[in-house]
T-cell receptor
């Protein structure tokens, strides 16, 4: 149990376009979902925390207008990178926490390349 | 953002050797988690620790939640080539499951067959 599906696994987009990344909890309801960004050989950097039905809470320094997060249901959260630029190229990972249970399950990540 | 102090940063060992890595913090955590990340993948949970002093095993892996609640270690016994990857510790201050995880910098493990 506790499977988190993240899609797409890889995406290449042109500079100026927007990209949507989906994060789904397949066999459980997620109280909270988290979005991370990871640079090569670095640790995970938390971007934002989202709770179902409410606005996401962004970490300091993360542009909320550039990284739009929607958590429409207890099983789905989306991250949209708007007007992407090459410096947005990175590995994005989501994680979900379960209602009434401890444990944070991570998705398999999305490699975004902006050209 | 804040990170845990994880060491060593990298290890290159011979197959069959034991491995030890640890994380320390200046503040208290209520939960310690150890993850492994393979290249191009998300982290996978190895061991979760919920009580100070707790010692938990998962196959060849053993982890302990420090008595002071400010540190944790992970041991891997009799390493094999598939142990290669990046290992992260993560701490949670909140007693709920909606708090933010604080991550260590990671330990890159390479195993020579």
């Amino acid at each position: 149990g506790a499977v988190v599906s993240q899609h797409p696994s890889r995406v290449i987009c042109k500079s100026g376009t927007s990209v949507k990344i989906e994060c789904r909890s397949l066999d459980f309801q997620a109280t909270t979902m988290f979005w991370y960004r990871q640079f090569p050989k670095k640790s995970l950097m938390l971007m934002a925390t989202s709770n179902e039905g409410s606005k996401a809470t962004y970490e300091q320094g993360v542009e909320k207008d550039k990284f739009l997060i929607n958590h429409a249901s207890l099983t789905l959260s989306t991250l949209t990178v708007t007007s992407a630029h090459p410096e947005d190229s990175s590995f994005y990972i989501c994680s979900a926490s379960r209602i009434f249970r401890y444990g944070y399950t991570f998705g398999s990540g999305t490699r975004l390349t902006v050209v | 953002g804040q990170q845990l102090n994880q060491s060593p940063q990298s290890m290159f060992i011979q197959e069959g050797e034991d491995v030890s890595m640890n994380c320390t913090s200046s503040s208290i955590f209520n939960t310690w988690l150890w993850y492994k990340q393979d290249p191009g993948e998300g982290p996978v949970l190895l061991i979760a620790l919920y009580k100070a002093g707790e010692l938990t095993s998962n196959g060849r892996l053993t982890a302990q939640f420090g008595i002071t609640r400010k540190d944790s270690f992970l041991n891997i016994s009799a390493s094999i080539p598939s142990d290669v990857g990046i290992y992260f510790c993560a701490g949670l201050r909140s007693s709920s499951n909606t708090g933010k995880l604080i991550f260590g910098q990671g330990t890159t493990l390479q195993v020579k067959p």
